[in-house]
Structure formats: C-alpha cells, structure tokens
C-alpha cells in the first residue's frame, strides 16, 4: 500500500475570507444533471481523515471497493500537516489536501467517491464531496453520521426507508434507513450524481452495518496512516 507524505499547496486559503471566497467560485462548478454510475457496478471508493490537532497532523485514506462484491481493490494513505483552522462550515480546507492525495496515490480509477461528510446538505451548499468532486471531476456523494443544522422526519422502520433533509423547504438530501429500526444515515449529492442513485450506492454499499463498507474501511485505514505518522515504528 502506498503511504504519501503531503505538502500544503502554496495558494491554499489561509483565513475565513478567503476560503469563502473560494467556496463561493468553486460552487458555480457543481454538476447536479448527471445521474452517475449505476449502484452495484464498477468501482466505489470511500474517504476518510483522521486529526490529531496537538501535533498538527491529519491523516487520509482512499479504499477502493469493488461495487458488487465489496472486496478490497486498492487502498491509499496520505499524511501531512493541518491545512487550515478547525472553522464550522469551511472543513474541507483541513481536509482535501490530503485526501486528494490518497486519491492521487491509487494505482487504479476510483470510480464513485463517497465522503464521510456532507455534499449539498451544508450552510454554502458546498460540503467536502461538492468541493472534492469539482476539484477533481469525479462523482462524489456524502454519508453523513447526523444531520449537521438540517431538520427532517424521522424515516420508516424498514431499511430503505427515506425522509427529506431540509433547509426551510429545501430538499439538501436525505435521512436514509440502512438498517430496520436503526437510526439513519444522511446522504447528499455532491458531484455528477443524483440523490435518489446516491441513496441507493448508500443502501448498496451498507449490507450489514448502518454505515457504508466505504466509510468503514477508510476510517480504520485513517486511523491506522496518522498512528503510524505521530508514532513511528
């Protein structure tokens, strides 16, 4: 597996101001027209990051998934340091460096990318997945673990079962039931995919667990790059 050691971008935001500005560009590039692969298919590759603030360093991973079968293809680490201030609203700028990176270091295409974050479901309607998806071209979905500032009801019982995620009367995604009676997980397009096919790798890619085999695995793998980084062998 390969382990990439990540440099902050020269041009990278540094204050508030200027990360919104970017927010605000990079917006206008969202493609929300395109339905995206078909669940099931291909490849499907989670994201993750894991912190650890009082060193300063912030750990990637990139798990490439096959879609039907949900074995292990390729994986990916990346390490570096914190790209930007802990600011609500604007975390992909602590974020994309490095996992753009784990990305980067894939030996095959990822296919679909699903975050452990938001899309559209965001103040600025523009989440980690938007912001990664318009960077990079890929189509980018958001699994989220609760609904950040969004109000919705309360799904049906049985998996599968939806219910809006709302911003006033906005529809900014979904509460997802993946497990019957389990609480939902909150999905949002972020880029090249719709809402409904997003739910539906979600659902795919979630057999057995309330979160997606995608976030699973690159959440240890995460882990497992920054532990290694803070405390060398």
């Known amino acids: 597996m390969t382990t990439v050691t990540v440099q902050i971008p020269a041009d990278w935001p540094t204050t508030e101001e200027r990360a919104r500005a970017v927010q605000d560009e990079l917006r206008a590039r969202v493609v929300l027209d395109e339905p995206g692969p078909p669940p099931g298919t291909g490849r499907v590759t989670g994201v993750d990051v894991a912190y650890d603030d009082e060193r300063d360093v912030v750990g990637a991973a990139a798990v490439v998934l096959d879609a039907a079968t949900l074995d292990v293809v390729a994986e990916a680490t990346a ?3 914190i790209s930007f201030p802990y600011v609500p609203g604007l975390l992909a700028f602590r974020e994309i460096p490095t996992v753009r990176a784990a990305l980067e ?3 095959c295409p990822p296919g679909l990318v699903v975050c452990d974050g938001y899309g559209l479901a965001h103040p600025r309607r ?11 071209g890929l189509p980018t979905i958001g699994v989220a673990k609760n609904p950040f500032t969004f109000t919705h009801d309360d799904p049906d019982a049985p998996r ?3 219910s809006p995620l709302l ?9 997802l039931r993946t497990r019957d009676g389990v609480k939902p997980v909150f999905v949002s397009v972020g880029h090249r995919v719709s809402l409904s096919n997003a739910c539906a ?21 995460c882990r497992a790059a920054l532990r290694a980084a803070v405390h060398p062998a």
């Open 201 to 221: 790798h979600t659902l795919a890619l979630a057999p057995a667990h309330r979160l997606p085999e995608t976030t699973r695995r690159a959440d240890s793998l």
């Open 160 to 162: 599968g079962s939806t």
């Open 167 to 175: 911003a006033g009367a906005e529809e900014v995604g979904r509460a």
């Open 126 to 136: 523009f989440g980690l997945a938007s912001h990664l998806g318009v960077l990079t």
């Open 79 to 81: 390490v570096g340091r």
């Open 105 to 107: 270091a894939l030996p």
